[in-house]
Each structure stands twice: as C-alpha cells, then as structure tokens.
C-alpha cells in the first residue's frame, strides 16, 4: 500500500496528519494523557454528564436490570422500556410531540435527509455545516446546494428561482467549530415562504442553550412550524452516547419506516438509556450548570479581550481562538500541552483552509481560577 504511504507523508509536511491521544483516566476537566495530568478545554461534555455519580450510578443499575445489549434493531426486538422512556423524556424536555432514538447523530442527520428526500428534491445547506449534514446531503438523491455562512439572502434567493419538488434546509444551530449561532427567525420565515422543510442540529445547543436548557429553538422562541424537523445529540451536554430527532407524529413515524440508519441498526444498549434519562433529569433539577458555564464564557470572553486576542463572536461553550496556519495552530497546541493545558488544534477539512483554529471548550466543572490557568498559557504561548 505504497501509495497510501505518500498520502500519508503529504499530510505530515502540510501539517494536517490526524494522531489519537490516549486519554488514561475517566472523562473531566482533568484527563491524564501519557502519564501526564492535563487541564483539558476540549471535551463537548459541556455539563459534567459524562461523568456524573447519579448518571453513572443509574447507567449501572440499568446494567442490573437489562443486561448489556439491546440484541437487535428496534424494529425486531431491541426497542426496551428505556429506550421508550427516553424518547417520551426527550419530547417533553424539547416541547415536542414525538422523539425518535439514533445510535448517533451521524446516522440520525443520514438517515432523516435520505427518508425524506429523493429525486428531484433539494436539500440546501451552510456553508459551514457539521461533516454529517453536508455528507447526509451528499449521500442523498436530492440536489445539493450550499449557501454562504449564515445568508439567509442567499438562501431565498435559491429557493426563489428552484424548480426542486421538496427542498429541505440544514443548518447546525450551533456552528461546532465556531460557537456562533444560524439565525433560525429569519431562516425560519424564509422556508416557510418557500414550502421548504428546515431542519435544526441542535449538537451543541441542547442542554445548554435556552430557559429551561432545551436549546436554540427555546432560546429563539420557534415553534415546530417554524422548525419542523429538530435533531439532538446525546455524547455533547447530555454526556452519554446517541441522538435523538423531535417532531410530528407524521415525521417520526415516517422516519421509523423509511429512515435506514434507523432501520438497520443495533438499538442503544438499554443501560446507556436509562443513564440518559438521569442525565436529562441532572440538568433540568440543576440549572446552576448552565449559568456557571456562561459565566466561565463571559469570564473567558473578558480576559482574553485584555490579552488582545482576538475571539469571533461567539456566545456559547465554543470559544475558537483563531490561527490560520494548520502547522502554526498544532505548534501552538503542543506548546499549551508542554504547559499542561490540553486544547486540539482543528485544521482542514474539518475547518476551511487557512482558518486552523484551537478549540476552546468550556464545562460547567471548570472554576475561574482554571480560566486564569489557560489566559496565562495563552499569553505566554501567542503573546
Ligand atoms: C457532534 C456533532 C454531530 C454528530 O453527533 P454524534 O452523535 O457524535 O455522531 C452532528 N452534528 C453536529 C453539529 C455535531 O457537532
């Protein structure tokens, strides 16, 4: 496999070679990696779920009662009271009629985009979308177009002139790699002029955003006609593993038919349920995880004005901090990691060329002393 040996070289000098590290400790704002204690500003557990005595707890007495594996897809017989009750605690907590389990949000944005789509429809999308939308659009039969970042103008202006039979637009809510937020009111109005269908991926908003914790459409006030279609995931704040879409009964069951990567797979283990639904509990009971962690971003927001760096506009537990350079963000990385301080440079094609960036997360675990720890890493490494 010679020739993979050159691909392989030709990312090494760009400085886009990919390299696991080998966490050796329980997931927190404290990871061991190489015998080495790091504090990490990395993770998307942004509430302190993943590791949470009463979700761990919970996941263990689950395994007590239902054993280990679902055994089969929910179609056949892995679909178990925990899995049940989840899905009723999710449209609860997201003011949604149905909700419908997925083993991840990869799949749950596969499937729903090639349920719902076929020939001669349309699924237009952002520019800067998560991987799984813009590859659910891809593996689709539909026409594929991306807008620019966040123009909705754009946007109405394609479906103006589109002859599409169905247009469906994805957006995240939430950009992951930039932390800013679509601007759902108005993407909203425009689909709704247009008959297309909008579809929210709310990965990073969820638990975090919003009253009451349940997201950018809570926090934007939109309702399931604006938003019809609203997909979750529930490895970012909910701290466990999975993904869920919420909407009409018509949606949901449409999508138990024809949704293949719902269809064809293993359902959840139950355990990982049933610690789901502590973990949704955990977060509506203790609203003080949502302020704190937007406390620590104002914190964060102030300090590193002060340094003179310079941060996007971003309100969330995403606080990218910007480089350019792909081999200059990961010197920049391991200089942090020297210092014990843990944060992935993100290079190409996650993000576009020349926008390489440190990813700066936050989690309501974090204190503001551990703040002042990473701005004086960050003054000392950029200044
Ligand atoms: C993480 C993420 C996903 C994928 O979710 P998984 O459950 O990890 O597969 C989808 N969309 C966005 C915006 C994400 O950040």
């Known amino acids: 496999m010679k020739s993979l040996a050159t691909q392989l070289d030709n990312r090494q000098t760009k400085g886009l070679y990919r390299k696991r590290r080998l966490v050796q400790s329980a997931q927190g704002i404290e990871l061991t990696i190489d015998g080495k204690r790091l504090l990490s500003f990395c993770s998307n557990d942004y509430l302190g779920l993943a590791n949470h005595p009463d979700v761990v707890e919970s996941f263990q007495k689950g395994a007590a009662t239902w054993g280990f594996g679902s055994g089969a897809a929910h179609l056949v017989c892995g679909h178990m009271q925990p899995h049940h009750a989840l899905e009723e605690a999710l449209a609860a907590f997201v003011h949604r009629p149905r909700a419908l389990l997925f083993s991840t949000g990869y799949m749950a944005n596969l499937g729903v985009v090639s349920a719902l789509l076929g020939r001669g429809d349309a699924v ?4 800067l979308n998560h991987a799984s939308l813009i590859d659910a659009g891809l593996a689709s039969d539909a026409k594929f177009w991306r807008y620019p970042h966040g123009d909705v103008a754009a946007l109405a202006h394609y479906l103006k002139q589109s002859d599409a039979r ?3 637009v994805l957006t995240d809510a939430v950009f992951s790699m930039d932390g800013d937020l679509a601007p759902l009111p108005d993407l909203a109005k425009v689909c709704q ?4 269908w909008l579809m929210v991926d709310d990965a990073h908003g969820i638990g975090v955003l919003g009253e009451s914790g349940a997201g950018c459409l809570q926090h934007f006030d939109l309702s399931v006609a604006d938003v019809p279609i609203l997909m979750g995931t529930l490895g970012k704040a909910l701290g466990g593993f999975g993904a869920f879409v919420a909407g009409d009964e018509e949606l949901i069951e449409m999508l138990i038919q024809a949704a293949r990567s719902y269809v064809y797979t293993t359902a959840l283990p139950p355990a990982v349920a049933q610690a789901l639904c502590t973990s949704l509990h955990v977060l509506q009971q203790e609203p003080w995880r949502r302020e704190h962690l937007q406390a620590l971003i104002q914190y964060f ?4 004005a002060e340094l003179g760096l310079h941060l996007p506009h971003s309100t969330t537990a995403i606080q990218p901090i910007m480089i350019g350079d792909a081999q200059q ?10 210092k014990g301080i843990f944060i992935t440079a993100i290079r190409p094609p996650t993000v576009p060329i020349g926008s390489a960036r440190l990813r700066v997360t936050f989690s309501c675990d974090h204190q503001f002393s551990h703040v002042d720890r990473l701005l004086t890493a960050l003054k000392e490494v950029l200044a």
Do not use: I, K, P
């Open 124 to 127: 237009l999308q952002d520019r």
């Open 166 to 168: 169905q247009t469906m």
């Open 193 to 196: 002029q247009h008959g297309a």
């Open 301 to 304: 927001r102030a300090g590193a």
């Open 329 to 338: 963000a990961v010197r920049v990385s391991e200089q942090l990691y020297a």
